[in-house]
């Protein structure tokens, strides 16, 4: 008997896993990408006529802990309401049992991609400055991401930030301590299923103290020790700090200081980058909108709070920023000075 | 600061400035106090100018451009009334000066905000 290549039984694994749309609007086109939870596929919405990303459980992750993550998932990125956050169209069940949600098509490419292409260290900050927007409205509206990197920033075609990826995001309702955010992360969606069995069960799904979730090298370092508990938005401080040293030296978080990596980044720029990825939780920006703020004081040539300047490099930044100026009295002086001193005056 | 009221000011400082280097030169430095304030004068019109101008258009190269071209002509009409006819002495500062006015009133002049009925 003749046994398969395993190109062969990929292509039909995948065929075997590949979701039942069938009682739902969406028609599948193909697979985008794959993630350790779910998959995201093009689909055709064919009641609007247009392009979605669904997705899908995946087909061998049939717990129901997991089904109740993907549509808190889904939950948390529908109460975000933002330019910077994918809209959720719809949340469902298949035919084969497996949650999907629907979600805008997003049309672009990844931050860690975009960047091979962009040079311009403005470009790169405005998008960075943008998703720090994203994710301090997130923080406003209780919900702490968990899991930022460049690969999950997404760049449009119209050059539009997005935030992706919110499957470990935690909530933290306004005014609950974070040992009540963390029994609060529950689930509301599921029909039917909101028996106080069930909603223990929603709890002891959540993540619990000792786990670590996220990407090693741009997670917190509480966030690498597992105290989910003490996570709260200082952890994605930290994570969107490493996301600029990578923005700053195309390189992943090292122990190293950027300016050793890359000499031409500036002093103010590696101020903040160091200021966002302290250690110590205290010792960073307060929020993503404070890191945000010193980004587009970095942007303006204005002093950031993360660096005092001398007086030299106070006049440098401000001859910096106003070089054309310079430039013009400059050469209203060379004009002045040489018909003082002309041979033919 | 409204962009007309900046260049006001930035026309006449440099308008002052302009007219005080003509002490440099001593064939006219018993005119300097004529020469100041007309000077001075030409700076507060080519600074209207470009502050209006500023507050039509809202473009650094245009500003630039218009601070240029105002500049020079309003120094040409100088050094065509001027004795001795020092034309590339007057026009030459005086157009920069036009061009420094543009680029102040483009950069730090303010336009006010539409008022919602």
Redesign the interface.
């Given at each position: 008997m003749r046994s398969l290549s395993d190109q062969k039984l990929d292509r039909l694994r995948r065929i075997a896993t590949q979701p039942d749309f069938s009682g739902t609007k969406y028609r599948l086109i193909r697979e985008l990408g794959h993630g350790g939870m779910g998959t995201v596929y093009l689909a055709e919405d064919s009641d609007l006529n247009r392009e979605v990303a669904v997705k899908v459980l995946n087909a061998s992750a049939d717990e129901a802990a997991l089904s109740r993550r993907m549509v808190r998932e889904a939950q948390i990125i529908a109460r975000l309401e933002h330019p910077g956050i994918v809209p959720v169209h719809d949340v469902g069940v298949l035919a084969d049992g497996r949650v999907f949600y629907a979600m805008k098509l997003i049309r672009g490419e990844r931050l860690d991609k975009y960047i091979t292409n962009v040079a311009s260290l403005k470009d790169r900050l405005r998008k960075f400055q943008a998703a720090c927007d994203a994710v301090s409205f997130a923080h406003a509206h209780g919900v702490i991401h968990r899991d930022l990197k460049p690969q999950n920033i997404m760049i449009g075609t119209f050059g539009e930030v997005l935030v992706v990826d919110w499957g470990v995001a935690k909530i933290l309702p306004p005014g609950m301590t974070e040992q009540d955010a963390s029994e609060a992360e529950t689930l509301r969606l599921l029909p039917g299923r909101h028996s106080d069995e069930q909603q223990r069960q929603e709890h002891a799904d959540e993540t619990t103290h000792g786990t670590i979730i996220g990407t090693a090298k741009y997670m917190s370092p509480e966030q690498q020790r597992g105290e989910i508990d003490e996570l709260d938005q200082r952890s994605d401080v930290y994570s969107l700090g490493a996301i600029l040293y990578f923005l700053l030296t195309n390189r992943a978080p090292a122990a190293i200081r950027p300016r050793e990596v890359d000499a031409k980044v500036s002093k103010a720029a590696e101020a903040v980058c160091l200021k966002a990825m302290s250690v110590s939780s205290a010792d960073r920006y307060a929020s993503a909108a404070d890191l945000g703020a010193d980004v587009a004081r970095l942007l303006n040539d204005e002093p950031v709070s993360a660096y005092r300047e001398n007086w030299l490099e106070k006049v440098w930044r401000w001859l910096n920023k106003n070089r054309v100026l310079v430039l013009i009295v400059l050469a209203y002086l060379l004009v002045r000075i040489f018909f003082l001193f002309s041979p033919w005056r | 600061m409204s962009k007309p009221l900046i260049g006001i000011l930035v026309g006449a400082v440099l308008g002052a400035f302009d007219g005080l280097?003509a002490w440099?030169?001593p064939a006219v430095r018993d005119q300097l106090a004529g020469i100041v304030v007309s000077s001075t004068f030409k700076g507060i019109i080519a600074g209207i100018a470009i502050g209006f101008f500023a507050k039509k258009f809202h473009s650094?190269p245009l500003g630039l451009l218009f601070g240029l071209a105002i500049g020079a002509l309003l120094a040409y009409l100088t050094a065509r009334f001027a004795v001795g006819g020092y034309y590339f002495?007057i026009m030459?500062?005086g157009s920069?000066?036009g061009?420094?006015v543009g680029?102040?009133t483009q950069?730090y002049g303010r336009t006010p905000v539409a008022a919602h009925p």
């Open positions: - | 280097t440099f030169t650094l002495e030459l500062p920069l000066v061009l420094i680029f102040a950069k």
